[in-house]
């Protein structure tokens, strides 16, 4: 049986969408990337990815491209830093923005601007409303269709 679908859209059909920023979450605490993520899209603003390993971290990133990572600093086997050196030494991924998540650094010990590695950062535990903050703090400016 050979069957086509015809589709006769037109531009006009449909109102403009807001494009949803994507965001990495690279973090060995599965239930913190997986609450985050959940809370985020719940949003509606949002599509995130979790990724829990972070020798895997490069690779999602190289098939998600997302337009911003968070990234824990202190993990097993690979950390924050190395991981970051990573994204930012391939061309195709230097230019995303990367946002630390950190239990290292209180929210109390950090100062205005302080930044680690040349990223922002924010302090774990962290709430929804902080973390949306950051997040659009440093989401890189998307155009509007």
């Known amino acids: 049986m050979n069957r086509t679908i015809e ?3 037109l531009p006009q059909d449909f109102e403009p969408m807001k494009e949803k920023a994507c965001i990495l979450i690279i973090d060995d605490n599965r239930d913190l990337t997986h609450a985050a993520r959940l809370a985020l899209e719940r949003t ?8 829990n390993d972070a020798s ?9 491209k997302p337009d911003l990572i968070l990234l824990d600093i202190a993990m097993p086997e690979t950390d924050g830093g190395e991981v970051a050196a990573q994204i930012q030494s391939d061309p195709a991924l230097h230019r995303i923005p990367i946002v630390f998540l950190t239990a ?3 929210k ?13 950062f924010l302090a774990k535990p962290i709430s929804l409303p902080e973390l949306i903050e950051g997040i659009e703090e440093n989401l890189p400016a998307r155009a509007e269709f």
């Open 44 to 51: 509606g603003r949002y599509v995130v990815r979790e990724e």
């Open 108 to 120: 109390a010990e950090g100062e205005p601007g302080l930044r680690i590695k040349g990223h922002p």
């Open 7 to 9: 589709a006769n859209f």
């Open 104 to 106: 290292l650094v209180t």
């Open 56 to 64: 895997k971290a490069h690779q999602t990133a190289q098939g998600f």
